[in-house]
């Protein structure tokens, strides 16, 4: 986080929820969440298979609506349909959120459009350049690897400027080269918010300030990683989930 980010004490969270639920039929992926993300701050949401991680993330994004309680984003009420607040996240999830038949500019252009993105024609360009695949412009996703697509959707999610970048599962299926990629293009929106689901502990804790440990639906512990390596999170981690026989069997149980 900058110091600019956290100079103003005033400023609403940049992500805050209360007592927030989600039920599908019998099963509660989500168990009275709250939780308050400054502006600024690198959070990460962790937890074993099944956790409600994702679930999470996407009632943050207006994917999902919570059974009940309220999240807010920037001080505003997250309310279903309201695009203004929506226009306020970029998210990646496992859901590619690409059009197949259309190319990857065409793509960005089309999202450029639904948001009134300034100048669309070169944030475009710009946008994928960041995520280096200015090489590969009039190429339709269908037809990239699952790193290439996950680059075009970080491009989609970037392209608006959000105030808050919700990632789940950024790492899993890149190379050594596009998780480089992924950080220096991190690194670029330090002064934002962002929000991200890993079951890597080491590249979570390198990169986040703090952590949430979910597990059952439920926040189990809130750490600063300011001060903490990623050994010593992993050893709260475990003890959190009730993992802690020193093996990585059931990790993410
Ligand atoms: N659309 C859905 N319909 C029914 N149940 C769902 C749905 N989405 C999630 N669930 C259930 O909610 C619970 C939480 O799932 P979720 O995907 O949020 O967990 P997660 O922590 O992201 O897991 P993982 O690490 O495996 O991605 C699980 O029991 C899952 O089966």
Redesign the pocket.
């Known amino acids: 986080m900058t110091a600019d980010a956290r100079s103003d004490p005033t400023a609403p969270s940049a992500v805050r929820t209360d007592d927030v639920t989600k039920v599908?039929?019998r099963?509660t992926?989500v168990d009275g969440v709250s939780f308050a993300v400054e502006p600024g701050e690198t959070v990460g949401l962790f937890?074993?298979?099944?956790?409600?991680?994702?679930?999470?993330l996407r009632m943050l994004a207006g994917l999902a609506r919570p059974s009940s309680g309220t999240i807010t984003l920037g001080g505003a009420e997250l309310v279903p349909g309201d695009h203004g607040v929506h226009r306020t996240v970029g998210v990646v999830t496992h859901e590619s959120m690409l059009y197949d038949d259309l190319s990857a500019r065409e793509n960005l252009r089309f999202h450029a459009d639904l948001h009134g993105v300034d100048d669309p024609a070169a944030r475009c360009e710009a946008v994928l350049d960041a995520v280096n695949l200015g090489g590969r412009t009039s190429q339709y996703p269908g037809a990239f690897s699952h790193g290439l697509r996950k680059r075009l959707s970080l491009a989609r999610a970037l392209l608006h400027r959000p105030d808050v970048l919700l990632l789940d599962?950024p790492y899993a299926g890149l190379d050594q080269r596009s998780v480089a990629d992924l950080a220096t293009i991190l690194d670029g929106f330090d002064d934002r918010t962002v929000l991200l689901?890993t079951?890597d502990l080491d590249r979570g804790v390198g990169r986040c300030d703090r952590a949430l440990v979910?597990d059952r639906?439920r926040l189990r512990a809130d750490v600063d990683l300011g001060e903490t390596s990623a050994a010593a999170f992993e050893t709260t981690y475990r003890r959190t989930i009730g993992v802690d026989n020193g093996s990585n069997e059931g990790l993410?149980r």
């Open positions: 599908y039929g099963v992926a937890g074993p298979n099944g956790a409600g991680k994702s679930t999470l599962e689901t079951h979910v639906g993410d």
